[in-house]
């Protein structure tokens, strides 16, 4: 049961410092402006889920392919490396709001709609039909589908997914997926509800501090716990 409680707090805490401002946040956000929240958020939010699962997975079968000793190595290193990284990255931000990342992921999706231009008007009507149909039926719906490969594809290669997969590798994965699900439906809940108002506010600098500093903590505990043994 401590197992499984000490991988839900690692994964709840790592998991909500790196995705409160991450761009899939932003674009959450920005979505929930434009389209029904509902439909926004299940999209985001199932996408998320399985990513989160699939990463737990793989950190999961990681030691039955790598002798332990060496995973548990690799995520050692994965919590400095990322820790640096995000110290790094808060040393070099200014100590505003989100505005320029939130503009750049709004750019970002402005550019794809003028892609989409007529498809995207058709979509919309076509939404608005279904409106009066079953609920179910709504999550096959243009909008959940967009808002679903958004941030499943924004989520690979992202460092949350690999910091979710050495976390895996090294606490109990079952209390691992449940802290970053958790996480996960808070900083998402936030965006879609907040909106844009609440993502503009919102510090990068701080945020990538807090969130090096924390990896860092894991990384010396990681390392303190190869030593005991």
Request: glycine residues 10%; proline residues 3%; hydrophobic residues 45%.
């Amino acid at each position: 049961m401590s197992s499984v409680l000490q991988g839900f707090t690692k994964s709840l805490a790592m998991t909500f410092l790196s995705e409160i401002g991450d761009k899939t946040f932003f674009a959450a956000a920005i979505l929930a402006m434009r389209y029904p929240r509902r439909l926004v958020l299940a999209g985001c939010v199932s996408a998320l889920i399985v990513m989160t699962i699939l990463s737990a997975t793989v950190g999961w079968a990681a030691p039955n392919l790598i002798p332990r000793k060496w995973t548990h190595h690799i995520t050692t290193l994965l919590f400095f490396g990322f820790g640096l990284w995000s110290l790094w990255d808060g040393f070099k931000q200014g100590g505003g709001g989100g505005s320029e990342e939130l503009a750049e992921v709004e750019a970002e999706l402005d550019s794809d709609l003028k892609t989409n231009g007529k498809a995207t008007k058709d979509k919309v009507e076509d939404e608005n039909k279904k409106q009066k149909r079953p609920f179910l039926t709504q999550f096959f719906s243009p909008i959940f589908l967009k808002a679903f490969s958004i941030n499943f594809f924004g989520e690979f290669g992202d460092k949350s997914q690999l910091a979710t997969i050495g976390l895996a590798a090294d606490e109990n994965p079952f209390g691992v997926v449940l802290g970053g699900i958790v996480a996960q439906l808070l900083c998402t809940t936030a965006a879609v509800i907040g909106g844009k108002s609440l993502a503009s506010q919102i510090s990068e600098r701080i945020v990538a501090l807090s969130g090096g500093m924390l990896f860092i903590i894991f990384g010396i505990q990681s390392f303190l716990t190869s030593v005991e043994t």
